[in-house]
């Protein structure tokens, strides 16, 4: 059973039945459709990044690079007033974003732990820089995405990215594989091996596993991941710009996964839609939305450190 | 022969700077025979473990595993050829059951090691090798215990349990005893006692009464220097060996 | 988001991208200074590092408390040295008060709750930073004493104030040194930085030693907000754009080593102020390329032990 604990089992089903039929209550057009759907592109960013952090172990600041890269790949590989395939195109996107995990990653993943952390952000700072910089890419400004790829398959197209409703069930779609490859992973051969390797690292090189070999394999698939998600952004707003590769990006997304609960995998989508929910909530009621996020981040490393599925769990689980 | 030449080690040595470690030992293990290694603190023992493992490499001299020399190996491929360490403090993974523990142990030479797909409760092999080690060492009521949860001794015997899990030809067993009481080390000591009849056991211990019941063959260490080895008997009446546990022995004999 | 410091009017002139013998030699100057500048806030942040085992990534936030305490109080005094004299006793009240109530929850825990708490640091700052002075680019101007610049060449002067600003930097980078190697409180942090255990085991008041080391990390961090804060913008997110620029420093150098961070300091300003002028284009990059190549032959930092 991928799905191991009690608590997944209900929330999980819970929340994409949920979310499956909500916007068959909404016009299509409707100002939640489209913000449920950004939600849910940066739950599958964030879930990404929990599997990195939580499950393997590598503590990063700079996965937003990856999330940029997804959006400014397909800039960059696309005709601008034609309108590629979508398939074609994410397989692209994520090989090349893999290409660029597996380089960076055996270059970075031979350091430890704090030194590992500063790298991964100044990496990204670096792309940051590189687009800000560059005239062919827009500069500061960023890329329009003047047309949506198509989606078709063998010639049969079901989906028209430029509804907003079609474009939710595109990334509902892609969240709930996120969810299920991440926990095939885990159940794996491999996954044993990637969680010996967490809690013991010692032993299990011990052991005789090559740990570098492991760690940069999670890395690629992470990354590629978080790619896909940036990818999905892009083509959302219709536009990339270096904002995505900010250390921002990265933190919150950290603060997402660890609010959801570190390691769960599922608990990225408790995070994601808390935090964002909580945002929208304070934010028409105040400017100062982000000192009442950081010191609820000071207060919940002090006092809540399991996240909400932590407390989900002690509730659910006998 | 019965007793063939496990692992062998030639004018083995290992110097930090200044310091001689381990210094020019050659020693023979043999298959089935007990070898306790024993030597007052900082004699070396440690370190020879280390290198007979892999995880040190040696300044100079050989280790040679049934004819063929692996000491400039990486340290899995000692693993791969059946070479298995336990660990002084204990090294086990707290959060996983007894079973799961095994299981990493035994999956390594299974391989399939990079499948991403495949559950890993679904291979038999794996599972099968994980109970039988859990067995060998008394632990089969333990299987779904969580590791944290089992108590100290029972901790030191999934060490060994582990060790057995890869199908070794040798264990290098690292103070197995170390933290135990009387009842519980004579568990372990029943337990050596079965295991020594299938495999090539290296026993380092400081717990002489294990020491002098379990080996076969007993060495002694000094400084990193080999002083002797030859039989229990002979090595207790060795006069070099009083000297260079000269007060210890002592301190023995009056809480003995 | 932009470099901290500009280069000076003076120095700016250039024939096409050919360097003549003065402006290299303004530039040395300039990448020397800048260099010693964040030599101040790279050796608070390793050594914080070294005798604690904590990242603080709120390290840049307390350049920006620095410069931003300046420039208030110099609205307030118009006198740039009570305004650095108030500033740096504030900045010394909050780095303990900061130690004391949430940094010593740290000790015990995990790597990511260190990454976590010190996150949200940043967000409480930076809102702060936002409510009590806005979002609006602010200067401080050069004190009166220190304005004007000295001739060198017939058509080519050096400002007095960045002359000043080296000086005190390698003033306090003197001090520093004499405290870690003269002092007890050097021996500490020394011991500190190879062994935490065994400074516990001398009995000394680790908690003490910790609120003093902290302490001090954030006042070579708020004191090159002080000094800096004449020679660029006071904005929003300089914390941040400086902290990265620190951790190229320290990645270059080896983490733990104050020597490490000298030497890092003085290749990422030099680099980075003689690409600023040859190489325009990549300038922004360029430290994070010097980074990589460094991580490539030595992953563990120049001057690591």
Redesign the interface.
Known sequence: MIFEKRTERIIVPMFFMVALFAPLFLESNSFFVGKVTTIIILSIFVMSLDFL?GRVGL?T?GHALFYGMGGYLFVILSPEYEAVNFWVYTLYICSISALIALVTGA??L??K???F???T???S??M???F??SLEYGGGDGMFIFVRPETSIFGLSFLDLDDPQHFYYLALFSLFNTLVFFK??L???????V??AK??P?????????IFAFRL?CYVIGSALGAYAGFLFALQFGFVNPSFFT?EMS?MA??MS?LGG?GTIYGAILGTFTYEGLQYFFEHLT?????F??????L???LL?KGIAGYLEKLLEK | MINDIVLETEALSKHWGGIKAVDEVSLQFRDRLLHGVVGPNGAGKSTLLNMLCGTLKPTSGCVFHKGQRIDALKPWKFVQRGIGRSFQKTNIYPEMTCLENCAISAQRRFGGNFNLFVSRHSNKLVRKAAEQALAQVGLEDRTHAIAAEISYGEQRQLEIAMVLAIDPCILLLDEPMAGMGHDESLRIIELLKELKKTYCIVLVEHDMDAIFELSDQLTVLDNGRHLITSSVDEVRADPRVKDAYLGAEDEEEQTA | MQTILRTPKSAAISLGNSMTTELFFVQLINGIQYGLLLFLIASGLTLVFGVMGILNLAHGSMYMVGAYLVWYFFGVTGSFTVSAVLSALIALALGILIERVLIQRLYNRNHLDQVLLTIGMIFVFNSLQSILFGNDPYGVAVPDALSGSIPFTDNSSYPIYRIFAALICVAIAGLLYYVVSHTRLGMLIRAGESNREMVEALGVNIKVLYTTVFALGVMLAAGSGIIASPMSSIVPGMGESVLITCFVVVVIGGLGSIKGAFVGALLVGLVSTFSAVLLPSISNMIIYISMILVLLVKPQGLCAK
Do not use: C, H, P
């Open positions: 952090v503590i600041l270059m970075i031979r350091t732990g704090v030194y952390l500063m790298i952000l100044a990496l700072q670096m940051f820089y590189y800000f910089d095939v992973v159940r794996s051969r491999f996954g044993r091996v969680e010996a809690q013991n010692d032993r299990t090189e011990a052991l005789g596993y090559n394999t250390w933190g950290l603060v660890i570190s400017k100062e939305w982000l000192l996020m950081g010191s609820a981040i000071i919940m490393v002090i450190r």
